[in-house]
């Protein structure tokens, strides 16, 4: 995951990144910023095979998320810290 603020934006632009390597079907990322919903943010698979979606939240925000793969399988992003409503980023 990478962020980027705009200078004097109160909003942060999130990319989410998969490897091929990681995860080579079609996956969503679903979080608190989509209100959960598995279709809002597909994301693009990119010329070199990985996948990724941006979103943008308010700075200092706390970004709750998982990603949805095929037949319903749900994962954690492997850097992120992990609670109960899934991986978590503070950005």
């Known amino acids: 995951m990478t962020t980027k603020t705009t200078k004097g934006s ?6 989410f990144s998969l490897s091929a390597e990681d995860y080579s ?14 279709f809002a ?5 990119r010329s070199n095979g990985s996948r990724s979606a941006t979103v943008t939240v308010p700075k200092g925000s ?9 037949d319903g399988h749900w994962f954690d992003d492997e850097d992120a810290v992990v609670d109960d409503q899934g991986s978590t980023y503070q950005v």
């Open 10 to 15: 109160e909003d942060v632009k999130v990319t």
């Open 62 to 70: 706390s970004v709750h998320f998982r990603y949805l793969g095929t």
């Open 25 to 38: 079907e079609p996956v969503s990322v679903v979080g608190n910023f989509n209100d959960w919903s598995p």
């Open 41 to 45: 943010h597909v994301m693009k698979k």
